[in-house]
């Protein structure tokens, strides 16, 4: 029985052999493997099962011996070719790729039947352990007999069939004592990782499934938990683990021998298209306009929203100073407003873009979850760290949703993180700093679910100075009632809706005979010669997909033609973020000078207010939406350096500043509106009653001219406009002639104006009119007290004989 299997084992040696030598790809391989200084060769099972398709077959049945068998022939192999390359290493290693047919399987369909085969996994890294060292050859020293004693080791995972003692020996045969050369002993790296199975692959309903896989040798760290992995490796059972022996209890593990990463983290592969491409949009005068509008186009409308998550996409430049310090360039945005405005339709977006992304929500999520935990290792009982979703997310982002509905407690944990790029650990007897150098994308919704227009935003937003000042910008959309807009929106959703692929077909009737297998399997039962042709179809569009710069136009998707309507891919805007990203533009002196001179402004109140980009609205009613500190002046920077990455410029040149400043302008103030007072309107409708019984004809008119010529806009806070009363008929005739409507209108804005800075509710006459004086509007004294005595006829302020009061 034992020649038996001894010379089977020769067999398959000698057949793996012959693949490796007589295949030229594989003679290649060999001697890249070599020179790179490695121990793994990578078989395209495929290549092997065109060679010999019995022997594939007993790998992927058999997989224990007959990996014994070709790691042998691959050592043989490469001590023909360089035999000095295989006395350096101690083992070489073979690791399979490609279609493993019914054997590529999930976390969920790996059962029993599958035990001590070889298969190829897809799942998620939920988990990774710390990478430990198992000891594989110990050396021993016996000064008595001056000889070296070499001992090899063995637990359940190898390959071998017996597993060894894991207690190193301490006397030879005669009972000498024996030393141990830890220099010359032979250890491997090894590291436990969970795989989870993939979302949408679990059934509906059901929680989705994991499986312990352990790595070797080369492949540890070769993955991060969040990773979506392809592991192909043996399945195997071990009994448990606090038992030496195996009982009753066991548990399985995925021993892989190669595992692949599917995640976008590996970059893009760039042609010589790709680049001449990038060099031709760069040049282009609406660069910016274009990757905007190629931003999230399934959401209508939000051009300012669109250009900020494509600035926070290309971030801007992190700095290290030589103190030590360090300046982030990564850019934070929050997105706050009412509920069905797209908020978290542009994270699902930033998601599918990004190059590492990783979502969470608010309730989903504390405050370890986002920095940090300290875990108990269930093997050693030692203690060490868990990466939680910003570490993770280190050179990256992380789109926070719900951000609202965090507690206090678990929204101070991420302060560090969004200011130093990193996180700070000291408990449990670890002190540690873990870089989370990653953008925050949070949407929250406002404190009363929707935006109160009659509160401040402050008052809406809800959340601490402290934290929002460390968002780079912060959007208020708000879900205004406009039949324009709504009409547009309706289009634009009618469309994505009616659109259909170029490779989907109308609704027809199925043909009864391949029904069946189209419904379970989505294909359709083809010849093999049909099957190869529609499989060359799908390669060739696929490539053609990947080399696309421009969206084919498409009525439903892009209404009308020209230069203005054009759109990049997602795979070619991927592309074209990923190198900006590596840019490093400077900060020239014109672009500095307008940065330091916008900052200015915003500092100052009067400035901010008077600043004039408001359009028509009232300028009294604009409150800003989040402190201005310094750090809005490396807002400023840091969105005129992602500016200049967006044209691939060297430099950010005024443009790239003006840009900047015109950003966060449009995000930095909000206008309230005022709410008026209901004894005031009970009050007014009274008067109206009474007056219907006993004012005469003559009057009436009188009433309804003043009710018509109001002296500002009811909607302003500190205009004074309450209802005015029959007195005001009476005097209105004697303020038009003493001042005009206009400049009466005029006074009444500077009025209000002073009472909202100095909030107070009386002011000194003299010191109210040198005030206004003094701001060099034309108005003298005369004018003043005549203004103000008709304010005072209007009941819109209280005036004394020395001061005004406001009512």
Request: with cysteine; net charge negative.
């Amino acid at each position: 029985m034992e020649a038996t299997v001894d010379q089977t084992l020769v067999d398959s040696e000698r057949d793996y052999l012959e693949f490796l030598d007589e295949t030229e790809e594989y003679k290649d391989r060999i001697n890249s493997l070599i020179t790179r200084d490695a121990t793994r060769l990578i078989i395209n099972i495929n290549d092997l099962r065109r060679e010999n398709p019995d022997r594939c077959k007993r790998l992927l049945t058999n997989s224990s011996s007959e990996l014994i068998a070709c790691q042998k022939a691959l050592k043989k192999c490469i001590q023909n070719v360089n035999p000095d390359y295989a006395k350096q290493k101690y083992d070489f290693f073979i690791g399979f790729e490609g279609s493993f047919g019914s054997k590529h399987v999930t976390p969920r369909t790996l059962t029993s039947k599958l035990l001590g085969h070889m298969v190829c996994l897809e799942g998620i890294v939920t988990k990774a352990s710390l990478i430990r060292p198992k000891i594989v050859c110990s050396v021993h020293y016996c000064p008595a007999t001056k000889k070296c004693i070499e001992r090899r080791y063995a637990d359940l995972t190898s390959l071998e069939a017996y597993p060894s003692s894991g207690v190193y020996p301490t006397k030879d045969e005669s009972g000498n004592l024996l030393e141990t050369e830890y220099g010359l002993s032979v250890y491997q790296d090894h590291q436990t990782l969970t795989v989870q199975e993939m979302p949408e692959t679990a059934p509906a309903g059901q929680l989705p499934r994991s499986v312990d896989v352990l790595l070797d040798h080369d492949l540890v760290d070769a993955v991060q938990p969040g990773d979506r992995v392809q592991v192909v490796g043996q399945y195997r059972c071990l009994p448990g683990k606090k038992s030496g022996y195996t009982s009753a209890n066991f548990r399985t593990v995925l021993i892989a021998n190669n595992i692949q990463s599917l995640s976008k983290d590996s970059g893009p592969s760039f042609s010589d298209k790709d680049i001449s491409m990038m060099r031709l949009i760069a040049k282009r005068t609406d660069v910016v306009s274009l990757l905007t509008r190629s931003v999230a186009p399934s959401i209508h409308g939000h051009d300012h929203i669109k250009k900020a998550i494509l600035l926070l996409l290309l971030g801007g430049v992190e700095r290290q100073l030589t103190n030590g310090s360090r300046i982030r360039g990564d850019i934070n945005l929050l997105l706050m407003g009412d509920p069905s405005v797209a908020k978290s339709q542009f994270l699902r977006f930033v998601l599918h873009v990004a190059h590492r992304a990783i979502a969470t929500t608010g309730r989903g999520s504390s405050g370890v979850g986002l920095t940090a935990a300290v875990t108990t290792d269930m093997e050693t009982g030692e203690r060490h760290l868990e990466a939680g979703a910003m570490v993770l997310a280190d050179r990256g982002i992380v789109c926070i949703d719900e951000f609202d509905k965090m507690s206090d407690i678990d929204r101070t944990a991420i302060h560090e993180v969004m200011e130093q790029g990193r996180v700070t650990i000291a408990k449990a007897g670890i002190q540690a700093k873990l870089n989370a150098r990653c953008s925050v994308l949070a949407a929250a919704n406002p404190v009363y679910g929707n935006y109160d227009q009659y509160k401040t935003p402050m008052e809406n937003i809800g959340l601490q100075d402290s934290l929002l000042s460390r968002f780079d910008l912060l959007f208020i959309i708000l879900d205004k009632a406009d039949p324009e807009t709504d009409r547009a929106i309706a289009e634009h959703v009618l469309r994505m809706h009616r659109y259909r692929g170029p490779r989907e077909q109308e609704g027809e009737a199925l043909p009864l005979q391949n029904m069946a297998r189209l419904l379970s399997t989505g294909t359709d039962p083809l010849s093999a010669a049909a099957q190869d042709e529609a499989d060359e179809d799908d390669s060739g569009t696929r490539q053609r997909d990947e080399d696309q710069v421009y969206e084919p136009h498409n009525d439903l998707l892009q209404p009308g033609r020209g230069r203005g309507s054009d759109k990049l891919t997602i795979k070619f805007l991927q592309k074209y973020i990923h190198v900006a990203r590596q840019l490093k533009p400077q900060l020239t002196q014109e672009a500095a000078s307008i940065l330091a001179e916008k900052y200015c402004d915003l500092r100052s109140q009067e400035g901010a207010i008077s600043d004039g980009r408001f359009g028509g609205a009232d300028q009294s009613r604009m409150r800003r939406t989040q402190p201005i500190t310094a750090r809005s002046l490396e807002t400023l920077i840091r969105l005129a350096t992602a500016h200049a990455k967006a044209r691939m410029s060297k430099t950010v040149t005024k443009k790239d500043a003006e840009a900047a400043v015109q950003l966060l302008s449009f995000v930095l103030f909000k206008e309230v509106l005022e709410k008026r007072r209901k004894r005031d309107r009970s009050a007014a409708e009274d008067g109206e009653s009474e007056d219907e019984d006993e004012v005469t004809e003559e009057s009436r008119p009188a009433k309804r001219k003043v009710t018509k010529t109001p002296a500002v806009d009811s909607d302003d806070p500190y205009a004074f406009v309450d209802e005015p009363g029959p007195a005001t008929a009476v005097t209105q005739p004697t303020t038009s002639g003493a001042l005009s409507s206009d400049r009466l209108r005029q006074l009444s804005t500077l009025v209000s104006r002073l009472f909202q800075e100095r909030r107070v509710e009386q002011l000194p006459i003299g010191e109210l009119t040198s005030a206004i004086i003094q701001q060099g509007t034309g108005f003298n004294q005369a004018e003043i007290r005549a203004g103000l005595e008709a304010m005072h006829a209007e009941n819109r302020v209280m005036l004394t004989p020395d001061d005004v009061w406001l009512i």
